[in-house]
T-cell receptor
Framework: EAQVTQNPRYLITVTGKKLTVTCSQNMNHEYMSWYRQDPGLGLRQIYYSMNVEVTDKGDVPEGYKVSRKEKRNFPLILESPSPNQTSLYFC???????????FGSGTRLTVV | GNSVTQMEGPVTLSEEAFLTINCTYTATGYPSLFWYVQYPGEGLQLLLKATKADDKGSNKGFEATYRKETTSFHLEKGSVQVSDSAVYFCALSVRGSQGNLIFGKGTKLSVKP
């Protein structure tokens, strides 16, 4: 089944404790992207990648890192999480960007 | 810049009512347009899309037509069901914009039996 898989689905952590949210797609898509969803603010892009080893900042990249060492994986790294990073995070992938994205099921992160 | 504006919700309808959710956009290039749906507790699913002017996207009884002259992509369904209750997002992507998907704020639809 073609899908984007994110893990974990739920995570509660403490301020400053490094964490990684994994994302993997099995569709051989070039484009991958991370979004966060917040009430009243909608969905905002954090980082995106157009190919292996090619990543760039989206609209809200502060406090996040990503890597794209292989085509299928695009982990999101929070080096020192803070409470304002409490949010619902989505990973997504696309064949060409304008062809539409397939989204993962989301990761609900709470930073206390 | 690129942006999407969609009608504020929530929208509450009775089963079998007609649905319209308005969406307008601004874009610096030639966008592809999308409607995504988010059911409670789930991720976003692509509902339909249109890639050029006058294209009509359709899926599961939902339709939207890419209107370049009015920069609109309104979502319609002739007869909604309780199972259509969800949040609907209009979005655009412009070729050459690094694949960035720009979303509207979302419209929550509740359908009552």
């Amino acid at each position: 089944e073609a899908q984007v898989t994110q893990n974990p689905r739920y995570l509660i952590t403490v301020t400053g404790k490094k964490l990684t949210v994994t994302c993997s797609q099995n569709m051989n898509h070039e484009y991958m992207s991370w979004y966060r969803q917040d009430p009243g603010l909608g969905l905002r892009q954090i980082y995106y990648s157009m190919n292996v080893e090619v990543t760039d900042k989206g609209d809200v990249p502060e406090g996040y890192k990503v890597s794209r060492k292989e085509k299928r994986n695009f982990p999101l790294i929070l080096e020192s999480p803070s409470p304002n990073q409490t949010s619902l995070y989505f990973c997504a992938s696309s064949l060409s960007g304008v062809s539409g994205y397939t989204f993962g099921s989301g990761t609900r992160l709470t930073v206390v | 810049g690129n942006s999407v504006t969609q009608m504020e919700g929530p929208v509450t309808l009775s089963e079998e009512a007609f649905l319209t959710i308005n969406c307008t956009y601004t874009a610096t290039g030639y966008p592809s347009l999308f409607w995504y749906v988010q059911y409670p507790g789930e991720g976003l699913q692509l509902l339909l899309k249109a890639t050029k002017a006058d294209d009509k996207g359709s899926n599961k009884g939902f339709e939207a037509t890419y209107r370049k002259e009015t920069t609109s992509f309104h979502l319609e369904k002739g007869s909604v069901q309780v199972s259509d209750s969800a949040v609907y997002f209009c979005a655009l992507s412009v070729r050459g914009s690094q694949g960035n998907l720009i979303f509207g704020k979302g419209t929550k639809l509740s359908v009552k039996p």
